[in-house]
């Protein structure tokens, strides 16, 4: 994201030798470093493509249309009461809903407590 658009991943690596020692190691790339110059704005990139008639990077109105006809009716499901039944919510920052804990049993597992 603006303004150091790239990807940082670190990874848990064993460190070279006979012991058992892990250390992380940073994958760092950012366009800036890797091409030696600043990126454009993201509204100077819009703002061009725009003028110049680009249309690859809009939403095309029927487009937008078939995204709605695929999502509505999964929006119309969940505004029912019975949609409990199959879609069970639970509080933010509890374990879950039970019915996770209950699919795991019947295998005879169960999840880590957080």
């Known amino acids: 994201m603006q303004p150091n658009e790239g990807i940082t991943v670190a990874f848990v690596a064993k460190r070279p030798g006979v012991e058992m020692s892990i250390g992380t190691v940073p994958l760092d790339f950012t366009y ?8 454009p704005a993201a509204y100077e990139t819009l703002l061009l493509d725009a003028m110049r008639g680009d249309v690859t990077l809009f939403t095309r ?8 006809k695929l999502i509505t009716p999964i929006e119309e499901s969940w505004a029912h009461e019975d949609a409990q039944t199959f879609l069970p919510n639970y509080a933010a920052g509890s374990d879950g809903p039970v019915a996770a804990d209950e699919l795991l049993e019947r295998t005879g597992h169960s999840w880590r407590k957080l």
């Open 61 to 68: 109105a029927d487009e937008s249309e078939a995204q709605w």
């Open 32 to 39: 800036q470093t890797a091409f030696n110059m600043r990126s």
